[in-house]
Nanobody, 123 residues
Framework: QLQVVESGGGLVQPGGSLRLSCAASTFALEDYAVGWFRQAPGKQREEIACIPYGGTYQNYADAVKSRFTISRDNTKNTMSLQRNSLRAESAAVCYC????????????????WGQGTKGNNSS
């Protein structure tokens, strides 16, 4: 079965940086699009950043385009999100997600979610 484990998170002062990572232990990330998402209480889960399967193009939400960087390491079977210039922390939770050979990064294509991390959000 598919399983991915998140690490990182926490709280930093506004303007600081955090790095989130996800490790896939039961499947090969190279066959999947990879992405990061956020969800605030009472709101829909939203895309932060992703890399589609079969390419290196990086998609970002407008609010984070200049501050966040998504990356993947297929050899180590990990993915990460570097978050710079963070704003005040909210109740939002960040999740990593993967989609099998997804050419586009949409929530509907995610077939495996991380457990979520809480800290400074992407707003």
């Amino acid at each position: 079965q598919l399983q991915v484990v998140e690490s990182g998170g926490g709280l930093v002062q506004p303007g600081g940086s955090l790095r989130l990572s996800c490790a896939a232990s039961t499947f090969a990330l190279e066959d999947y699009a990879v992405g990061w998402f956020r969800q605030a209480p009472g709101k829909q889960r939203e895309e932060i950043a992703c890399i589609p399967y079969g390419g290196t193009y990086q998609n970002y939400a407008d609010a984070v385009k200049s501050r966040f960087t998504i990356s993947r390491d297929n050899t180590k079977n990990t993915m990460s999100l570097q978050r710079n210039s963070l704003r005040a922390e909210s109740a939002a939770v960040c999740y990593c997600g993967t989609g099998w050979r997804a050419a586009a990064c949409v929530i509907a294509s995610v077939n495996c979610w991380g457990q979520g991390t809480k800290g400074n959000n992407s707003s």
